[in-house]
């Protein structure tokens, strides 16, 4: 089912469900006094098939009509088969430039669209069943609801002919003009009008056009896509505020929406924030004082000021204060009035996914607008988050130090062989490592760390392969999983997460004297309890370690008994883990290859053609240049994914030959004793833990495995 619209069961009888139209006689708005729209009126009188219209179209154009939604749920028996069928389906769309409302606050390019679409039904005696319309929707946007709608319409066989005044106002995407004009159109028997480019489904010679026509409105976009960034950029150089909303504490000014101008209730609690840390509050303190004092968060305040501001994880804006939104008002620069933007961007125009840009990149202006804070607190505040930053970096190196100097140490053990000059060097190293942690310098100890690291590997060749296992072992463990406090990663480390906020368990460790057993203490909570102090979530109760181990332990003993025994581990691992999903990835890989390789030879099947159009003056010489150009890159683009693709085939076929081997493995799984974590991270990928159940006293634990075991 296409997007935008929700999939419903389909039933194979005709729908028989008739609007008389009606037409209203008394105009009040200047627009219906109009020429245009008298003649809109007169072309829709007798319109008697009409089943849906867009509401809008049914406001404006006093169009009496009651909306049958059955006809998007029920396959139509009279469907005919290929063309020329009378019924038709009209589609409008308005981008933004053409909201230019003119009178009685309707746009004139709707009426005109309208007008001329109903022109040409008239002419040709066409029955008109359904009219949508949108607006302020860039044709490339496939979550376009009302286009959707159409497309469903089409699909379930109610209508014969898709009419709209150019191609343009159906997709500006040459992948939806080539998926529905010259496929599912096709196969649903509709055919695709649009009146100004001529292009026509029924007209096999117009397919080119419309593939050009596709392929200079994707440009067109993005084009303007390339010069809408760089305009902003632009004004963000100037030291302009481009964003939609103001940052939490200002607002935009009246006067120029470009400057930020202090909002006074807000920039109070901004004040307050920054005064307790100043004054040595933590972020959990600040949370509990805005809390128990009620007052407003970012989103609940925006929502007070009846702002369009939406929050997807609270659309009616968020209750309680918690740690993120804290320290983000606390870490921005803008409250010291400095401009910082371009901090994110899209990946590109036709996708929506968006990246970080690294510090160096962004666009940082200084003395833009009024700050909030004082200096001297601001002072204070960057101050402590600069001293948190250079501690952390200075822990991580010397973390990092250690366990270079204890790895070396073992391995200079197993390998004897080593020249004794090479060993006073290496030795000779590890003291100035080891002395420069009283250097409480990072940059000193990552560079001792480096060059120690170096001469180790140039020692010896297995030497080398054992330090680059075991230091590559060390940053890819640190990344994945935090170690506890005493030195060790837990067995369900990054696997517990809260089944209300999705947040992962963290695990508390008491140690208290004179228990022999004390681990029967420790405990896993949720991270948003602390964060939040019990505010945001709901799941503020945690839960024993041994508790959630034992079920763990007896769940997947009883799965294993259940599923992998013997008879069945070469049917359930084997062909639904090995053998589907590398299979899977790899044909996956290579369709995409395939795919790829035909938009190549499509697009040199293009060049030949546009070529011919350059000798034949159709085309200037100017415009083939460009063509070509785009051609090329375009090809050079694909022809670099297609490399990276086979690489990744090679990778994935040695997965695969290297999981034939591992089966064995697996024959140790009939029970278990015990838990480890090379165990749990093989058969489970999550542990889901509910809240407590206040009648009860239970709570819910669901565990998702890896395998459909």
Known sequence: MLKGLKESENQNHNIIVT??????????????????????????RGQNKLVYVTDTIKRLFKINVVNNLNYFKVISKENSIGYGGKRVIIYLRLSVEDLAKEDGNVSKSIVNQLLLLLQYCQKYELEIVAIFYEEDLSGSDECRE?????????????????????????????????????KKFIEWSVRFISLVDGVDTDNKSSKKTSQ???????????????????TLQGKNRAGQWTAAFAPFGYKKDPADKYHLIIDEPAAKTVRIIYDMYANGKSYNQICIYLNENKIPTLSRYRKLQKSNYYCRFSPNGSEFW?????????????????????????????????????????????????PIIKPEISKIVRAKFSAKKKKLEL???????????????????????????????????????KDSYLSEDAKTITSNYNKLRNCVMSANNGLNKKIMEKTDALRIEKTRARACKDGKIHIFSQKVVCQCCGRTFAKRHYNYKGKENCSEKDYLYCKTKKSSHGYTCENNRSIKFNELYEVVLNELNNQIDKYYDLKTLKENYCEKEMYSDLKRDIKSLKSEKQKLEQKIKSNNEKFVILYEDKASSVIS?????????????D???????????????????????????????FEKYKHLDQLDKITVDTFISKIVIGKVDEKTHQRDIKIIWNYAI
């Open 212 to 230: 050009i026509t596709a392929m200079s409105d994707e440009w067109k976009l993005e084009e303007q896509s390339i010069n809408t960034r760089k």
């Open 635 to 665: 090809n050079d683009n694909y022809n670099i994914r297609i490399k990276k693709i086979e690489a990744e085939i090679i990778d994935l076929q040695d997965k695969f030959d290297r999981k034939k081997t591992e089966v064995n493995i």
């Open 621 to 633: 010489a100017d415009e083939f240049m460009f063509l070509k150009q785009k051609y090329k890159n």
């Open 19 to 44: 609007n008389e139209y009606k037409e209203e006689i008394n105009y009040k708005t200047p627009y219906e006094q109009t020429i245009e729209f008298k003649k809109i009126k007169e072309y829709l």
């Open 322 to 370: 918690c740690v993120q939104s804290v320290k983000k008002i606390l870490m921005d620069e803008v409250y010291d009035g400095i401009l910082i933007q371009h901090r994110t961007e899209k990946l590109a125009y036709n996708i929506k996914k968006t990246r970080k840009v690294p510090r160096a990149e962004q666009i940082i202006v200084a003395c833009t607008h009024e």
């Open 395 to 433: 822990d991580n190196a010397k973390k990092e130090a250690r366990n270079l100097i204890v790895i070396v140490e073992s391995a200079l053990n197993e390998y004897k062989k080593i020249a004794k000059d090479k060993q006073l060097e290496i030795a000779s190293l590890i003291e100035t490592l």
């Open 146 to 182: 009302e286009w959707n709608r159409s497309l469903v319409f089409c699909e379930y066989g109610h209508t014969d002919v898709y009419l709209c005044k150019a191609q343009a106002r159906f997709a500006r995407s040459m992948e939806f003009v080539e998926k529905y004009l010259h």
